[in-house]
């Protein structure tokens, strides 16, 4: 599985966007870009997911550069609830069980 | 939906007691998995049931021991309990192996 490198901590305003980016450099062609959340030790919750496309649900934005090397996941209006860990993990969707695997992640605070 | 659900919440246990955590999800899912988190140590993978009937060694299965019970319930034993098994220990499952994994509230075990 490719590593993935993201900023230890971020800061967003409430009722901002916030923009958590990920590098994901040695990703290859059939890897998926998975973001997961850890709120306050609860199990993490799984947000959004994509390949090349851009990807938008209800929760988030994900947003993923040409060359796929780096991604970005948007929380478009900030709430102190969204304070959380979130975790930007790459993995391959073929050929049965591929390993996922949770790094340090980002600490992102909502400030009132 | 209650999704993945865990039981217990907290355990203490004393060194060489043995006990089960229980996993079970209602969304008809093929595979279950389940993780300890410890600090600065991200999610490892003890166990996984691809399917109904199978189980596999996952990064850390010493110590434990995984029982498929049926498609819908996956628990997790610890024989002789150590300390360096103090966790938090998630369960999660997925459509297939290949697919997102959704994770339950976790169980935070002490073993003294």
């Known amino acids: 599985d490719a590593k993935t490198t993201q900023p230890t901590s971020m800061d967003c305003a409430e009722g901002r966007a916030a923009n958590l980016p990920c590098n994901h450099s040695t990703i290859s062609g059939n890897e998926y870009v998975y973001w997961y959340r850890q709120i306050h030790s609860q199990g993490p919750q799984y947000i959004i997911h994509g390949l090349k496309n851009n990807e938008t649900n209800e929760m988030a934005s994900l947003i993923i550069t040409e060359d796929r090397k780096s991604s970005t996941l948007i929380l478009p209006h900030a709430t102190l609830r969204d304070t959380a860990v979130y975790y930007c993990?790459?993995?391959?969707?073929?050929?049965?069980?591929?390993?996922?695997?949770f790094g340090t992640g980002t600490k992102l605070q909502v400030i009132p | 939906n209650a999704g993945v659900t865990q039981t217990p919440k907290f355990q203490v246990l004393k060194t060489g007691q043995s006990m089960t955590l229980q996993c079970a999800q209602d969304?008809?899912?093929?595979?279950m998995y389940w993780y300890r988190q410890d600090p600065g140590m991200g999610l490892r993978l003890i166990y996984y049931?691809?399917?109904?009937?199978?189980?596999d060694k996952g990064e850390v299965p010493n110590g434990y021991n995984v029982s498929r019970l049926n498609k819908r319930e996956f628990s997790l034993r610890l024989e002789s309990a150590a300390p360096s098994q103090t966790s938090v220990y998630f369960c999660?499952?997925?459509?297939?192996?290949?697919?997102?994994?959704?994770f339950g509230p976790g169980t935070r075990l002490l073993v003294l």
């Open positions: 993990i790459v993995r391959g969707l073929s050929g049965g069980y591929q390993k996922v695997t």
């Open positions: 969304m008809n899912h093929n595979s």
């Open positions: 049931s691809a399917s109904e009937g199978t189980t």
């Open positions: 999660a499952s997925s459509e297939r192996t290949e697919e997102t994994q959704y």
